[in-house]
Every structure is written in structure tokens, then in C-alpha cells.
């Protein structure tokens, strides 16, 4: 399988990291575009993902020597805007450049991540974007700070909807909703393992869906409302 992940990370124990090792193990071609500066090989890249045009032309470089893409996964993270407490409070300074950065991390770089990568995929291929149930479910009360980020989760999710409705590729795109609980581990591990499995097998009947991994053992679900 030839898989293109968007967000690898730098940890094996976060999600990102621990994919593109399960994936290497398990023998599938993998590239990866990550956001900065660092090493560049024939299957790892960087990018300044607030510089478009740097963006796309590292994305076709690394994708030159591949004829098709069976799985694309996008795993943005991080990014600012309006995310603590104290900027809701009167008078507060607005984080422009942060809002800014962030619609790049989480949207721009999608929008052009994909429409790139539709030019090598087809009616056998997938897509995965990874958002966050937060970005849906509205009368949560935790996390409620984080406003911005979950704000272009939950645009992430109206793009999938989009591309699943109107890509003219065939392909099968999705949103993981996961809760990965970091602070345990062995938990973490089970749900990050099924999250692997159900992106390298999705399913026709995926398109358009959220499906949500929680623990304690992370079995995929899809959100029905």
C-alpha cells in the first residue's frame, strides 16, 4: 500500500509517529510532509505549511516517484488563535497571526494536500482526515478554551463531507474522531491500533462518515447525528 501521511509528528508514542512505524513494519510505502525544516529524503519531506506555493511543490516532489495513493492521511495539530481562558476575557488581545497560522495548518494545507493528491488516486483509494469529537459535540464541558482549534477541526469535517460527496475520484474519504489517552499508555496503544487498522481497511460504506474511537479499548464507531 502507498500512503501519504501529512502530520507524522517527531514521537512514536503519539499517534502520528506510531502509524508511520506500524505502517513501515508492516511493509507498506510510506511518505510523510511534516511542517518546518529537517532532513529531506525519498520518502520524508518539510514544508512551510504557511507558504502555499513551498507547500504543493514539496508535496509533488515527494510524490514523484509514486504512480497511485492508496491511503491519505492528514494529522494537523498545534496551530493558536483563541485557546486559554484569558483571551475571552474584555479587551484581550486578538491573536491575529495565530488565527492566521492556524487556517493554514488545518485548512489551506488540507484543501491543497488533497486536491494534489486526487491527481494519483482512484476509486480503490481512501482518505482520512484525524479530528476530534470536540469539534462536533457543542454542550461538552471540558476543552472549552480551544475554541480556534477545534473551530478548524470541525472545518476538517465539512471538507470531508465535501470531497466525499463531490470528489470525482471515486475515492472514499472519512473523519477519526478519537480520544487518545496519552496519560496511559497501554490504553493509548489499543486505540491508536485500531485507528491504524481501520485506515489501512476502509470501507465504501465509510464515505462521508465520522467514526469515533474511544477507550478503553478504542473499537470504531460512527457519530449518527
Same mark, same amino acid.
Given at each position: 500500500?502507498?500512503?501519504? &501521511?501529512?502530520?507524522? +509528528?517527531?514521537?512514536?508514542?503519539?499517534?502520528? +509517529?506510531?502509524?508511520?512505524?506500524?505502517?513501515?513494519?508492516? +511493509?507498506?510505502?510510506?511518505?510523510?510532509?511534516?511542517?518546518?525544516?529537517?532532513?529531506?529524503?525519498?520518502?520524508?519531506?518539510?514544508?512551510?505549511?504557511? /507558504?502555499?506555493? #513551498?507547500?504543493?511543490?514539496?508535496?509533488?516532489?515527494?510524490?514523484?516517484?509514486? #504512480?497511485?495513493? #492508496? &491511503?491519505?492521511?492528514?494529522?494537523?495539530?498545534?496551530?493558536?488563535?483563541?485557546?486559554?481562558?484569558?483571551?475571552?476575557?474584555?479587551?484581550?488581545?486578538? /491573536?491575529?497571526?495565530?488565527?492566521?497560522?492556524?487556517?493554514?495548518?488545518?485548512?489551506?494545507?488540507?484543501?491543497?494536500?488533497?486536491?494534489?493528491?486526487? &491527481?494519483?488516486?482512484?476509486?480503490?483509494?481512501?482518505?482520512?482526515?484525524?479530528?476530534?469529537?470536540?469539534?462536533?459535540?457543542?454542550?461538552?464541558?471540558?476543552?472549552?478554551?480551544?475554541?480556534?482549534?477545534? +473551530?478548524?477541526?470541525?472545518?476538517?469535517?465539512?471538507?470531508?463531507?465535501?470531497?466525499?460527496?463531490?470528489?470525482?475520484?471515486?475515492?472514499?474519504?472519512?473523519?477519526?474522531?478519537?480520544?487518545?489517552?496519552?496519560?496511559?499508555?497501554?490504553?493509548?496503544?489499543?486505540?491508536?491500533?485500531?485507528?491504524?487498522?481501520?485506515?489501512?481497511?476502509?470501507?465504501?460504506?465509510?464515505?462521508?462518515?465520522?467514526?469515533?474511537?474511544?477507550?478503553?479499548?478504542?473499537?470504531?464507531?460512527?457519530?449518527?447525528?
Amino acid at each position: 500500500m502507498n500512503i501519504l &501521511l501529512v502530520g507524522p +509528528g517527531n514521537s512514536p508514542a503519539k499517534f502520528g +509517529g506510531f502509524f508511520l512505524d506500524k505502517a513501515k513494519k508492516d +511493509g507498506h510505502k510510506i511518505k510523510t510532509l511534516s511542517h518546518g525544516v529537517g532532513i529531506v529524503t525519498p520518502d520524508s519531506s518539510y514544508a512551510n505549511f504557511k /507558504d502555499p506555493e #513551498d507547500f504543493k511543490l514539496k508535496l509533488m516532489d515527494l510524490l514523484q516517484d509514486i #504512480d497511485r495513493i #492508496d &491511503l491519505f492521511l492528514y494529522n494537523s495539530n498545534g496551530g493558536a488563535g483563541i485557546n486559554s481562558p484569558h483571551q475571552f476575557t474584555a479587551g484581550y488581545y486578538v /491573536d491575529v497571526e495565530g488565527w492566521v497560522d492556524s487556517a493554514y495548518i488545518h485548512g489551506i494545507c488540507l484543501n491543497l494536500a488533497v486536491s494534489t493528491s486526487l &491527481l494519483k488516486m482512484d476509486t480503490s483509494s481512501s482518505a482520512v482526515f484525524l479530528s476530534s469529537s470536540a469539534s462536533y459535540l457543542i454542550n461538552r464541558d471540558n476543552y472549552l478554551q480551544h475554541a480556534s482549534y477545534f +473551530g478548524f477541526k470541525g472545518i476538517q469535517n465539512q471538507m470531508m463531507r465535501g470531497y466525499a460527496e463531490y470528489n470525482d475520484k471515486g475515492v472514499t474519504f472519512s473523519v477519526f474522531a478519537p480520544h487518545i489517552p496519552y496519560e496511559d499508555p497501554e490504553t493509548a496503544e489499543k486505540v491508536m491500533t485500531n485507528l491504524y487498522y481501520r485506515a489501512t481497511n476502509l470501507r465504501k460504506e465509510d464515505n462521508g462518515k465520522i467514526i469515533q474511537f474511544y477507550p478503553p479499548e478504542g473499537n470504531p464507531h460512527y457519530h449518527d447525528k
